[in-house]
C-alpha cells in the first residue's frame, strides 16, 4: 500500500456503526476505506475487535405491525430507564428509523430467529414493557450482525486496512480532513473529505470488562485532541451479570439480560432473591437498579458474586449457546442450574456530542455509535438499544457524509511523532475500578484525578503507548464529569451526593489548555 491513501469517507471502527456508514455511503456513491484496530473479517472463535460481535441479546425494534408495542411506548421505556437525561426529541426519530434500518440490514444479508411464519421472534430485556428485541442464533445476534455486515463489505469496493490504530485526527483552517495511523507498515495518512469515529467504547479503563480489548477510549481521546466537545461520559453503565471468574482480569463473558427475560432469576448467596422489593420491575428493572442491588447483595453476604439462577429456563445451553461456550472458555462449568455473576464495566452512555446527522464540534468530523453521545441514552442505556442506535446513527452519518464528501480532502506529509501523558494501565484500571465505578466520591475522585495528572509523556510509537495515553485521557473525561455531577443519577452515584438534583444538566467538556474541563451547558437536555 501507498504512503497515503485519498478517499471521500474515512471510517475509524468496523462495529455496526462503522460498517452501516461505510456500506451506506458506499451505496451512494462514495469511496470508502475503513480502518480498524483488529481485522474485520477475523475467523469465529479467535478474538474479536468490536462489541458488536459480542454483543448478545438483540436489537430492540418496533414491528409497524405489532399492535403491541409502538414507536411511543418504546420512546417512554427508553426515557425511563434514561433517569430524565434522555433526549425525547433527539431520541424519537432514532426509534422510528429502527425497522427501515433492519430491514435494509437484513437486505444486506443478516438473518434473525423466526417463526415457522417467518415472523422474528422476540424477547424482553430490563426496563422494556414488552417482547420488543429482536435475536440471532439465540444469543449470538451481534456476532451474525457482524459476519453479515463484513460479508456485505467484502462484496463491495470499500477499502478495509486491518490492524490500523489510529493516532490522531488531521485537521486544517479547524476541519478534520483525514487521519494518520499506525498500521503493519508503519506511519501512514489518509486523507479524506469527511472522517467517521466508530470507535466504540472505553471498557478496558477498568480491570474487568464484558468489552474487547480494543476498547481503550480511542475515539473519546482522538475527539477531544481534534477540538470536539463531549458530554455525560460520567454515565458507564455497568452490566449486572459479568461472570465472575476468579482473579481474572481484562474481557469477561457477559451473561445476557435476556437470560433474566426468559426466567432467569437473581439470587444471593442464602438462596433470597436479590431484587425483591427494591424495583417493581424486579431482576427486569434498568440496569443501574439492578447493578446497585447485586452489589448490595454481595455486601450483605460478604460473598465476590450473586447466583444466576436458571433452573427455569427449558434447554439453556440451546437457547444461549453463546454464554455457555463463554462460561467453558472460561474454565467454568453450569453447576445446579446456577452461574456466577457479577457486575462489570459494559458501555459508555455519554460521549461524542453529535447531531441527529452525526456531526461533532469540529467541520468534518462525524461520530456514531457508543463512541457518539447522541441524547438516547441519557444516565442509563435501556438494554439493546444499542446496536439500534449504531445501525441508526450509521445510515445517517453516511447520508451527511453524502453531503459533506464535495469538499476535497486535504494533502500534505506524515504529522510529527507526538508524546502524550499516559498512566501505568494496570495502576489505572485498579483506580478506577475502586474510585470511579458503581461508587464515587469527592476524594476518591480527586485521588484518581491527581495519579491521571502526574502520568508522565510517552511518545506513541507502539499500539501499546497510543492506547495507554488514550486510557489516560479518556479517564480524565470520566473523573472531570463525574466530578462536576454533584448528584446521583443512574449509572453515576455519589455517596457523598445520594440524591438527585432536578436543575442538573448535562455538561458539554473539551480540552482547555490540556486539561479536560467544562465549556458549557447550553443545547442540552436538562434533567
Not at 485519498?6 to 462495529?15: F, H, K, N, P, S
Not at 427486569?284 to 465476590?304: I, K, N, Y
Request: hydrophobic content about 45%; aromatic content about 4%.
Amino acid at each position: 500500500m501507498s504512503e497515503q491513501v485519498r478517499t471521500d469517507l474515512v471510517v475509524v471502527g468496523a462495529g455496526i456503526a462503522g460498517l452501516t456508514a461505510a456500506l451506506a455511503a458506499a451505496g451512494r456513491g462514495l469511496s470508502v476505506t475503513v480502518l480498524t484496530k483488529g481485522q474485520a473479517g477475523a475467523r469465529a472463535g479467535s478474538e474479536q475487535s468490536t462489541s458488536t460481535f459480542y454483543a448478545q441479546g438483540g436489537i430492540a425494534v418496533v414491528d409497524p405491525d405489532d399492535d403491541t408495542d409502538s414507536v411511543p411506548l418504546h420512546l417512554a421505556d427508553t426515557v425511563a430507564a434514561g433517569a430524565g437525561l434522555t433526549d425525547a426529541g433527539a431520541s424519537e426519530p432514532i426509534l422510528a428509523d429502527g425497522w427501515d434500518a433492519v430491514t435494509q440490514l437484513v437486505g444486506w444479508g443478516a438473518g434473525f430467529d423466526s417463526d415457522a411464519s417467518g415472523r422474528f421472534l422476540r424477547t424482553r430485556e430490563g426496563g422494556h414493557s414488552v417482547r420488543r428485541i429482536i435475536h440471532a442464533g439465540g444469543d449470538a445476534t451481534g456476532a451474525r450482525v457482524q459476519r453479515a455486515l463484513v460479508e456485505a463489505v467484502a462484496r463491495s469496493a470499500i477499502e478495509v486496512i486491518d490492524h490500523a490504530c489510529v493516532t490522531q485526527i488531521l485537521t486544517a483552517d479547524g476541519r478534520a480532513v483525514g487521519l494518520e495511523y499506525l498500521g503493519e507498515g508503519g506511519r501512514r495518512v489518509v486523507h479524506a473529505s469527511v472522517v467517521l469515529l466508530a470507535a466504540g467504547g472505553m471498557g478496558h479503563m477498568y480491570s474487568a470488562t464484558t468489552n474487547p480489548a480494543g476498547a481503550t477510549g480511542d475515539g473519546i481521546a482522538l475527539a477531544l485532541r481534534a477540538g470536539a466537545h463531549v458530554a455525560d461520559l460520567e454515565f458507564i453503565q455497568f452490566h449486572p451479570t459479568m461472570l465472575y471468574v476468579p482473579g481474572a482480569r481484562g474481557r469477561r463473558t457477559l451473561v445476557s439480560e435476556a437470560v433474566r427475560g426468559e426466567g432467569g432469576v437473581l439470587v444471593d448467596a442464602e438462596g433470597a432473591s436479590v431484587t425483591a422489593g427494591v424495583h417493581p420491575m424486579g431482576d427486569l428493572a434498568p440496569r443501574d437498579v439492578v447493578a446497585r442491588a447485586v452489589t448490595e447483595a454481595m455486601r450483605r453476604t460478604g460473598r465476590p458474586h450473586v447466583w444466576l439462577d436458571l433452573s427455569a429456563i427449558d434447554d439453556f445451553a440451546a437457547r444461549f449457546p453463546t454464554v455457555t461456550a463463554g462460561v467453558r472458555a472460561s474454565g467454568l462449568e453450569i453447576v445446579d442450574a446456577r452461574l456466577p455473576v457479577v457486575p462489570g464495566a459494559h458501555y459508555l452512555c455519554g460521549g461524542v456530542v453529535t447531531d441527529s446527522g452525526g456531526r461533532t464540534s469540529v467541520p468534518g468530523l462525524l461520530a456514531a455509535g457508543e463512541v457518539a453521545r447522541t441524547g438516547l441514552h441519557g444516565a442509563n442505556r435501556l438494554a439493546s438499544n444499542s446496536l439500534l442506535e449504531g445501525l441508526v446513527m450509521g445510515r445517517a452519518a453516511a447520508q451527511t457524509a453524502t453531503e459533506l464528501a464535495a469538499q476535497p480532502p486535504a494533502t500534505g506529509g506524515l504529522p510529527d511523532l507526538i508524546a502524550a501523558p499516559a498512566c501505568d494501565r494496570t495502576e489505572l484500571q485498579d483506580a478506577m475500578s475502586a474510585l470511579v465505578a458503581l461508587d464515587r466520591s469527592a476524594d476518591g475522585l480527586a485521588s484518581v484525578a491527581a495519579l491521571l495528572d502526574a502520568a508522565p509523556l510517552r511518545v506513541q510509537r507502539s499500539v501499546a503507548d497510543i492506547e495507554d495515553a488514550n486510557l489516560t485521557l479518556a479517564a480524565r473525561a470520566v473523573v472531570a464529569a463525574a466530578t462536576a455531577r454533584e448528584e446521583s443519577r443512574g449509572c453515576h452515584h455519589r455517596s457523598d451526593f445520594p440524591g438527585s438534583d432536578a436543575t442538573a444538566a448535562s455538561r458539554l467538556f473539551g480540552l482547555v489548555d490540556d486539561s479536560v474541563a467544562a465549556v458549557s451547558d447550553s443545547g442540552l437536555v436538562r434533567a
